[in-house]
């Protein structure tokens, strides 16, 4: 490692000087100072290089700088820099239509949003409208974004101080290993969940509820893969009723589960699919919503109340076409199946079975959690000093890690090869080792 060069030097200083850190209390605050980025690595202005195993905000599934994908936005943006969204331009079309090749059976439209926060908040505009009800309901462990609705859709305590949204329901969702109603198997999990939630929309009165609201895989709240037939078990609750389904796939979808969007793997179809992230990488900001064709068609002859100046942007829809482009030239996505099955998830279950700071291992494709606890038994979670070290472990290894409560999210781009896994996986060792040392 050296010192700053002059650019990095002046890049911390603006950033100091200058710059309001999101979720931060903005004092303390001493951010790695970033030169450049390739593939899964990523490149600092003090010499070093760090694999990255955070995907930045689990969004990078393609890897930074993917040629075709900067190339695509360099051709774009001599062609056509911005235009309103009133106008029909070859780009917006083309991504609509690179994303509806993997939609189900059903989804013929899209609606383009500046962000996956914007993507959920018009989702719930538009069940709202579509059922002339008001009532949300979402996790108590979810995220969904930082704007108006979303951040009071959202569960965890970023919702509390920025409740000014109405309408909107918490229920407890299925997490088997810190189970809210005492179950001790996976269908035990989804059958105890789901009466619960049935109880909540019959208090709630069903009538009253627009849409369900759910990350297909909680991201940020704990990377939770729901037990098998919960999801179809809350898609049989919502035709009860006549509630819509929205399914939040801004970090799951994409190639993130090794699918190219997580419901896949869940015999179910949602109403309204959100999206951003991984539909291109985020080289450009850009989500949507999916919108399924009858919920599509009560638009036909009445105005939708909702709009954005950037929406479908022209330099985020040539990444977006050629991100899908390249993800399914290059099989991507299969890459981050076959390395979540074969490779980073069995690497990870024997750093579980390997190290007693370690209390449950779970995840999909190239979307891992390791829950780390202070005691086995009790099932304590691993505190505030104790999850600082491991940060801070991961980085002297040259590791660039998403740490989240007591939880090392393991979420490298789809593109990770096996021996960039290996890397991660020892770095991960040595740092669990220190910690079992420490406890």
């Given amino acids: 490692m050296t010192a700053l060069d002059a650019d ?32 899964c690595e990523v490149h600092l202005a003090d010499g070093r290089t760090m694999l990255d195993f955070s995907s930045q905000l689990v969004n990078t599934n393609i890897g930074h700088q993917h040629p075709r994908v900067t190339a695509a936005i360099a051709e774009q943006a001599s062609r056509l820099a911005t235009i309103a969204p009133a106008h029909a331009v070859l780009p917006r079309g083309r991504a609509a239509e690179a994303i509806l090749r993997h939609a189900p059976e059903g989804f ?15 989702a719930i505009r538009m069940a709202r409208l579509a059922t002339g009800r008001d009532k949300i309901l979402s996790f108590y462990r979810s995220y969904h974004g930082n704007t ?16 000014y949204a109405r309408g909107h329901v ?49 991201g940020t709240g704990g990377v939770l893969v729901p037990p098998p037939g919960y999801l179809a078990g809350v ?68 105005v939708f109340p909702g709009g954005l100046t950037y929406s479908g942007h022209p330099l985020a829809m040539a990444a977006i076409v050629a991100t899908i482009e390249a993800m399914e030239d290059e099989k991507v996505v299969e890459n981050a199946a076959r390395v979540g099955a074969d490779v980073l998830g069995p690497g990870l279950r024997a750093l579980g079975d390997a190290h007693p700071s370690v209390g449950e291992v779970r995840g999909t494709g190239v979307f891992w959690a390791v829950e780390l606890v202070a005691d086995r038994a009790t099932r304590e979670p691993v505190g505030a000093t104790g999850m600082a070290a491991v940060k801070a472990g991961l980085l002297d290894r040259g590791l660039l890690p998403f740490v989240q409560d007591n939880r090392i999210h393991v979420v490298p781009p789809c593109v990770v090869s096996d021996a960039q896994v290996a890397t991660a996986l020892a770095a991960y060792d040595a740092v669990l080792t220190e910690l079992d040392a420490r406890l």
């Fill in 8 to 39: 990095g030097r002046l890049a911390l200083e603006l950033d100091r000087a200058h710059v309001f850190h999101s979720w931060s209390a903005q004092g303390a605050l001493h951010p790695l100072v970033v030169d450049g980025a390739s593939g």
């Fill in 108 to 122: 013929s439209k899209v609606f383009f949003t500046n962000a996956g926060a914007d993507a959920n908040e018009n």
């Fill in 148 to 163: 108006g609705a979303a951040v009071v859709a959202t569960g965890d305590w970023r919702r509390v101080p920025n409740e």
């Fill in 170 to 218: 918490h229920f407890f969702g299925p997490y088997l290993y810190r189970s809210e109603f005492w179950a001790a198997t996976p269908e035990q999990e989804t059958e105890r969940a789901l009466h619960h939630l049935e109880r909540v929309i019959v208090s709630e009165g069903a009538s009253s509820i627009a849409a369900i609201l759910l990350e297909t895989v909680v």
């Fill in 235 to 302: 898609r049989a609750l919502a035709d009860r009723h006549g509630i819509l389904l929205i399914l939040d796939e801004v970090m799951a979808g994409f190639g993130r589960t090794g699918s190219w969007f997580a419901f896949e793997q869940h015999d179910v179809v949602p109403d309204l699919v959100t999206f951003a992230k991984g539909v291109n990488s985020g080289y450009v900001p850009a989500g949507g919503v999916l919108i399924s064709d009858p919920v599509a068609a009560v638009f036909d002859d009445r």
